[in-house]
């Protein structure tokens, strides 16, 4: 889907949401939702590759992207997701820049890349390999996770590392490895992620984020971040039943 791509890139805010619900009943009711993506969470769930498939397949019907966050750096793993049809993956824990150059070397096409060429579905199954190939590298997007105390240290040589798309930051993790859990430390995570947003779009990439609720989506608009993955199915699935059973019992 290049419009999700040419979105991204352009700096439109695009809303989306971890699915970590191993059903495609639970993709299509996210996608029925109004959500801009899906990204399919197959680091932290219980979702295999063969299950990818299917759920890529029920956000498609649809019409919502589906990306999916990889549990590694495998390249195997990448190109997986993508020959399943993913608009997108969201690779974890990159550190460094040679870790977000090989993340781009899996997930694009020679010239750009090093992906090879499957007859999976994206390529349908073989019958349209010729399409694919000439559209993919346009049409997906890459954005890297960074999440750590190394990467937010090495984030300018991170940033300048060409075709990624998404520069997408992991708060939760990042305020673990640089010591800043917690409200008293609220100041200092901020000036981690202010300074890695910051880094990134002195570079031209766009700036994804992280929020468990969408309370400060709008402050941190202003700070120049676009993309954003709320919540997860899961936990929008755990709060809207406690705030309903909250109410039955108050009623």
Same mark, same amino acid.
């Given at each position: 889907? %290049?419009?999700?791509?040419? %979105? ?11 699915a970590?619900?191993? +059903? ?19 680091? +932290? ?8 498939? #299917? ?6 019907v +649809?019409? @919502? ?8 750096h !495998? ?5 997986? @997701? ?17 870790? !977000? ?8 096409? *020679? ?14 199954y073989?019958?349209?390999?010729p ?5 993919? #590298? ?5 954005? /890297?996770?960074?999440e ?5 240290? #090495?984030?300018?040589?991170? @940033? ?6 998404? /520069?997408? /930051?992991? *708060? ?16 200092k995570?901020?000036?981690?992620i ?7 779009? %002195? ?8 929020r ?9 608009? %202003? ?29």
């Amino acid at each position: 889907m %290049k419009e999700f791509r040419q %979105k991204c890139l352009a700096g439109d805010r695009v809303i989306g949401t971890f699915a970590a619900i191993p +059903h495609p009943v639970a993709i299509e009711v996210a996608a029925a939702s109004g959500l801009d993506f899906l990204c399919i969470d197959a680091e +932290h769930s219980q979702i295999g590759r063969e299950l990818i498939e #299917n759920l890529v397949r029920a956000s498609d019907v +649809h019409r @919502v992207p589906a990306m999916v966050r990889v549990p590694g750096h !495998a390249p195997e793993s990448i190109a997986g @997701v993508l020959d399943a049809g993913a608009a997108g993956v969201l690779v974890p824990r990159v550190s460094t820049a040679s870790q !977000a150059r090989a993340a781009v070397m899996a997930t694009r096409y *020679p010239p750009v890349g090093e992906r090879g060429v499957g007859p999976g579905r994206a390529a349908g199954y073989g019958y349209r390999i010729p399409d694919y190939l000439a559209s993919a #590298n346009e049409s997906i997007v890459l954005a /890297i996770q960074i999440e750590t105390a190394e990467g937010l240290a #090495n984030i300018e040589e991170i @940033v300048a590392v060409e075709g990624i798309d998404v /520069i997408f /930051i992991g *708060p939760g993790d990042l305020s673990v490895s640089i010591g800043a859990m917690g409200p008293k430390n609220a100041d200092k995570l901020d000036a981690a992620i202010t300074a890695i947003a910051d880094a990134a779009r %002195k570079t031209g990439k766009t700036v994804g984020i992280f929020r468990p609720t969408a309370d400060d989506i709008g402050r941190w608009s %202003k700070a120049g971040i676009s993309f954003y993955l709320l919540a997860s199915d899961t936990m929008f699935l755990g709060a809207s039943l406690a705030a309903g059973v909250t109410a039955a019992r108050n009623a």
